[in-house]
């Protein structure tokens, strides 16, 4: 027979609790989160073997739990949610209430970057939405954008060319991702990318809460002679679960007075363009 491990940063959390109280939905999803608590992850095999259960019903609890979101699910198991990181994908209708007036203000700075004539892409998102409202007084422009809401509103344009890949809608972000939507990107060469993310960290780079949000940026990016993140302040210094890209692959900023300084100061010393919105 094979001996049973339990790893001990386990033992402490079985060992005052009967067999049939372990295995309980309840107490089990307990023992996930005081885990997450005290280790800042978890790992599926590990609580298999501890909780006596398959990896089936752990990787159920997992889903449950994220689901109320008081965990983030991630390869093999699962990661504490962090108020330092950005781990939870709201809903657009959420994003455009925080932070508004910051967002509308780059919104109207982001114009003064787009010339007549531009071919530029408009990524999903609160502040790039803020940007759409803003191109009416350009004469002649093509907009590329995986955002239904900026499409729906272009749309009222005459002067402006609007294209939209093909895709997969995710609600929440009302955008179209998926391989589709990437084929579509991978069609075009475009002047400039307005590209809005949920986490800057200049050490870390961009982020964003979903894989695949993040993987059809990466080919924006590919696709854009320049490119020019959109964010507020708020967004400093916090990471989302998925990568983007590191902060050398831009080339300006837009963003308002709550910038820190060091960050300022750090990205002018890299080269890149800061505007204050």
């Known amino acids: 027979m094979f001996e049973t491990i339990i790893p001990e940063s386990l033992q402490s959390f079985l060992s005052p609790m009967k067999s049939n109280e372990t295995k309980s939905t309840v107490s089990r999803r307990m023992i996930i989160l005081s885990q997450l608590e005290k280790n800042g992850e978890v790992n599926i095999n590990d609580l298999s073997l501890a909780l006596g259960v398959s990896t089936v019903t752990i990787r159920n ?3 449950q739990l994220e689901k109320k979101n008081m965990l983030l699910r991630a390869r093999g198991g699962a990661m504490k949610i962090s108020h330092d990181h950005v781990s939870l994908d709201f809903p657009l209708s959420d994003k455009q209430k925080k932070h508004l ?3 509308r203000e ?4 982001a114009t003064e970057l787009i010339e007549e004539r531009n071919t530029i892409i408009l990524d999903s998102g609160s502040t790039t939405f803020e940007i759409a409202k803003n191109l ?3 004469e002649e422009l093509t907009v590329i954008t995986n955002a239904i809401n900026v499409a729906n509103y272009l749309a009222e344009q005459r002067n402006i060319t609007v294209i939209v890949p093909g895709g997969t809608l995710r609600n929440n972000s009302l955008s179209l991702v998926g391989n589709l939507a990437e084929k579509g990107f991978k069609n075009y060469f475009c002047d400039k990318l307005f590209l ?4 800057f960290d200049t ?3 961009l982020s964003t809460p979903n894989v695949e949000e993040a993987h059809l940026n990466q080919i924006m990016i590919e696709m854009s ?3 020019i993140v959109v964010a507020d302040s708020s967004k400093f210094g916090r990471r989302g679960f998925a990568f983007i890209a590191p902060i ?4 300006a900023l837009i963003t308002d007075s709550g910038i820190p300084p060091e960050e300022k100061n750090k990205l002018m010393g890299m080269g890149i363009e800061v505007l204050i919105a």
């Open 136 to 138: 009416g007084k350009f």
């Open 225 to 227: 002679q320049k490119v």
């Open 101 to 103: 007036l910051e967002k």
């Open 61 to 63: 609890d997992l889903e």
């Open 203 to 205: 050490s870390y780079g």
């Open 248 to 251: 050398t692959r831009i080339h």
């Open 106 to 109: 780059i919104g109207k700075k």
């Open 196 to 199: 809005g993310v949920d986490g």
